[in-house]
Each structure stands twice: as C-alpha cells, then as structure tokens.
C-alpha cells in the first residue's frame, strides 16, 4: 500500500523559513517524479515544485522559484521542500504527490497518482 506522509508544517513568521518533508513508503519510487502542490483557503489547489526521482531535475512554479527548494533523498525515501522568505500569501495546505510517469513538467492534479494527507503552512505577517 502506497502511502505520502507530510510533516514539517507549523506557524511562521513573514521571512522566516520551514522545511516541509514527505515519507514515501509501498513502492519504488524511483522511476517517479514527485511533486508538492498547495491549497489555500477558498482557492484551487496549486502546483508548486517537481522532481525526478532518478536524476535530480526540478521545476517549479513562478512564485516560488528563488525562495523553495525541492529535493530527494533517496536512502530515506523522503522527498523535501525547503521554503525560505515565507510571504503570508504562502499560507497553505501543502500536499506531496507521486507521479508514476516522470517525464516532463506535469503540474496538473489529475496527473498525479498518489496524495498525501497534507501538512498545514501559516506564514503571520
């Protein structure tokens, strides 16, 4: 049984950091991308970062970019996002995600096969 486990969540001050981090256990996942996507209140959950489980490659969403950081560790089956410079429009539910077809820059919901239960972020200006 495929299961995404989020911790690292909590309350935050504006510029302050977190890292939010997601167990992955049931499967190899090394052919997979894995992403993390978020949802705040009222709105649609949304993409925000991506990574190829095998060689490393990330993308990520415009707002993000130059404050979040994915990555992998791939003895823990752990997937990271490290989010620096928190803004109060940060505030969210963040999900990690799996992605059994690795290719590409997929960052719509329904491409994902796998969900964790989500980890609340709060960013207090």
């Known amino acids: 049984q495929v299961q995404l486990v989020e911790s690292g969540g909590g309350l935050v001050q504006a510029g302050g950091s977190l890292r939010l981090s997601c167990a992955a256990s049931?499967?190899?996942?090394?052919?997979?991308?894995m992403g993390w996507f978020r949802q705040a209140p009222g709105k649609e959950r949304e993409f925000v970062a991506r990574i190829r489980w095998s060689s490393g490659r990330v993308y990520y969403a415009d707002s993000v970019k130059g404050r979040f950081t994915i990555s992998r560790d791939n003895v823990k089956n752990t997937v990271y996002l490290h989010m620096n410079s928190l803004k109060p429009e940060d505030t969210a539910v963040y999900y990690c995600?799996?992605?059994?077809?690795?290719?590409?820059?997929?960052?719509?919901?329904?491409?994902?096969?796998?969900w964790g239960q989500g980890t609340q972020v709060t960013v207090s200006s």
């Open positions: 049931g499967r190899t996942f090394s052919t997979y991308a």
């Open positions: 995600a799996a992605d059994a077809a690795a290719w590409g820059t997929r960052a719509n919901l329904d491409e994902y096969d796998y």
